[in-house]
């Protein structure tokens, strides 16, 4: 799950090319290069380590290029060095690469045999050897047609997933590129033709975008592009808008993107409802929520499957989906569901929730279910992603862009889609009177500026996160839907701070974690006035005997708790259905702020990355 970006144009210096690969540096961020063609030949920059690294380098680049490419890296074959970093030359040749490609092992040894000598540890160094030995073979035509005709071959033999950028010395004005299993998009401004990982990369020049399918080759050049098949059958597909804006990709005054992003949990919330609502008809508004074509009257069951902070946002909307639909709701993670017996038919509403819409295991899950004849429904953020192009129907959740590796707007977002789409086959199915209905709407539209008065608690939390930095590991409580919560705390908690933590359902505190409770042991508990408010308490009394150190999370004017706990956070006064929102946002602040205490790299901790595009 590298980053890729490739231009062709009028001319663009070093500095666009690092611009760039910084809006996708959250797809990795270990080693990065850049390749720019001149008529003097190709200049070649690489560096080990962030982006800041190849800053160092950017004066030896030229000062602009009519074509050029660049890549960050999040390693998977050979170590993140500076050899390993793309792009790899062969020859004319020069490539980059998101993907892996399988089936490396056995071109090598065949290039190697044919002469071939390898000067790095990657998968990728394969393909550009390959393709440039494809491009000897081809005997008539111009360089570029040799080339088209090359890569179709070399793509052929490919097996595993991969996003080409390549440029040629023969072809100084054509930029290529190739599509399988890996995200491709193709911008288009006047006079200049960019290709790139994601959308990101490229909004401060164009707002106009094309996806790239799978199994497709494009030419770009600056006054257009072509797009072809792997065998060499053109396509045609008309560019769409995207109406993402670059101040929403900025850091807006906030130290970090993370903070910046936990403080827009309301306006994405709002964006998210805005539309799907129609409180004069007490309706959910199906088409604006992208699920009018898809038969929800119908539906015996739903499954979901996502991964990481997706997963747990889905695991809080089974709670409500199924106490207002009234349909079973099964939620996996897709790196087992893909592999899992499939049980799905034409009833079954498959789910896919995904922030980027990108994760390998979350596309193929997804794939699987459509295969095997289920329903198939997007809940994603980004638009013209993957995984939206590979289900029936998609539902946007408007967050906005997220920059922050540690995703935290996109949960707030995608827990009240899910809310949305609950309502909608609520609705459908009549499970719920109009009254019903028309009370919850009412709840939802509430919560943007509840949450807006949660967020005051960040000066409070600022100061506890002192007390915790030290910690060497947490646990975190909750019963219904404030488990999945607390799953959300721990792993945000875990991630940026690298402090141990674990959730558990507090029924099951006594199965178990209740061995690890002592003195040095922090229990962050999650206990707004819910239905299971008296369990979730007694399970902190439990704690407390045992001599455990409780945080806990409850509404502001709950005395009780107060009293219980050795420090307490104050959510404002609200109902059970908001209640979740609400919890999540002092759990955010609270990793943000241990992890900015301890000086981690809150908006890249270590190896991770924001779209996971590799099983
Ligand atoms: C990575 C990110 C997480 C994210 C997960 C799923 O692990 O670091 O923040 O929750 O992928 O990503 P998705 O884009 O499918 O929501």
């Known amino acids: 799950m590298c980053g890729v970006i490739g231009y ?105 045999a044919r002469g071939y000598k390898f000067l790095s540890e990657t998968d990728t160094e394969v393909a550009a050897h390959l393709l440039h030995d494809e491009y000897l073979r081809q005997k008539s035509g111009s360089p570029e047609e040799r080339l088209r005709s090359a890569l179709r071959s070399a793509v052929r033999q490919l097996k595993g997933a991969f996003a080409f950028g390549i440029i040629c010395t023969d072809t100084p004005e054509t930029l290529f590129a190739a599509k399988l299993g890996s995200p491709l998009v193709i911008g288009q401004a006047d006079g200049e033709s960019y290709m790139a990982s994601g959308i990101t990369a490229l909004v401060e020049h164009t707002r106009q975008f094309l996806v790239v399918e799978d199994h497709e080759i494009v030419m770009l050049k600056p006054d257009g592009i072509s797009v072809e098949s792997f065998e060499g059958k053109p396509v045609s597909r008309p560019f769409s808008k995207v109406e993402w804006s670059v101040s929403m990709m900025e850091k807006g005054g906030y130290r970090h993107f993370m903070l910046k992003e936990i403080h827009e949990h309301p306006i ?90 990108e994760t390998a ?27 939206a192009h590979n289900c029936h129907a998609e539902s946007l959740t408007k967050a906005g862009p997220e920059i922050g590796v540690a995703s935290t707007k996109a949960f707030a977002a995608q827990v009240t889609a899910l809310y949305l789409l609950g309502l909608a086959l609520a609705q459908e199915r009549q499970t719920l009177g109009q009254a ?45 839907p404030q488990w999945p919560v607390a799953l959300e705390g721990s792993l945000k908690l875990k991630e940026l701070s690298y402090i141990h933590a674990e959730a558990y359902a507090a029924g099951e505190l006594k199965h178990g974690p209740i061995a690890l409770i002592d003195e040095n042991m922090t229990v962050v508990c999650l206990a707004p006035r819910d239905s299971y408010y008296e369990k979730t308490v007694s399970n902190i009394e439990e704690i407390k005997a045992r001599g455990g150190r409780i945080l806990a999370v409850g509404q502001e004017n709950d005395a009780h708790l107060l009293d219980l706990a050795d420090d307490f956070i104050g959510i404002p006064e609200c109902s059970e259905t908001i209640q979740p929102f609400m919890t999540t946002v002092p759990l955010h602040l609270l ?8 000086g981690t790299d809150v908006d890249q901790p270590r190896n991770l990355a924001k779209s996971v595009t590799v099983e």
């Open 8 to 112: 062709v144009g009028g001319g663009a210096g070093p500095s666009f090319f690092l611009n760039a690969l910084r809006r996708l540096e959250y797809r990795g961020y270990d080693s990065a290069g850049i390749a720019m063609l001149t008529p003097d030949g190709v200049a070649i920059e690489r560096a080990e380590g962030k982006l800041s690294q190849l800053e160092k380098k950017l004066d030896k680049l030229p000062a602009s290029a009519k074509v050029g490419i660049g890549h960050t890296r999040w390693a998977t074959h050979g170590k993140p060095t500076e050899n390993n970093a793309h792009p790899h030359r062969s020859g004319p040749i020069v490539l980059l690469h998101n993907g892996i490609i399988e089936n490396y092992r056995q071109l090598k040894e065949d290039l190697t």
């Open 268 to 357: 994405a919330i709002a964006q998210t409802l805005n539309g799907r609502i129609e409180r004069d008809s007490g309706r959910i508004n199906l088409a604006d929520l992208g699920v009018a074509k898809l038969p929800l009257g119908n539906l015996q069951r739903v499954q979901i499957v996502a991964c990481g902070t997706s997963y747990y946002a889905a695991l809080l909307s089974k709670y409500f989906i199924e106490n207002h639909a009234k349909i079973p709701v099964e939620v996996d993670l897709a790196s087992e569901y893909r592999y899992r017996t499939s049980t799905v038919n034409a009833q079954t509403l498959v789910i896919a929730v995904s922030q980027s819409g």
């Open 361 to 387: 295991d979350t596309l193929q899950a997804v794939k699987s279910a459509r295969a095997n004849g289920a329903q198939t429904l997007a809940v994603v953020n980004v638009p013209g992603s993957t995984i």
């Open 436 to 480: 019903g209905l028309s009370m919850l709407m009412d709840e939802l539209v509430k919560i943007p500026s509840l949450v807006e008065k949660a967020l005051g608690l960040s000066e409070s939390i600022e100061k506890l996160a002192n007390r915790y930095q030290q910690n060497t590991s947490l646990l975190f409580i909750g019963r219904g």
């Open 591 to 598: 990793a943000y702020w241990i992890a900015v205490r301890k």
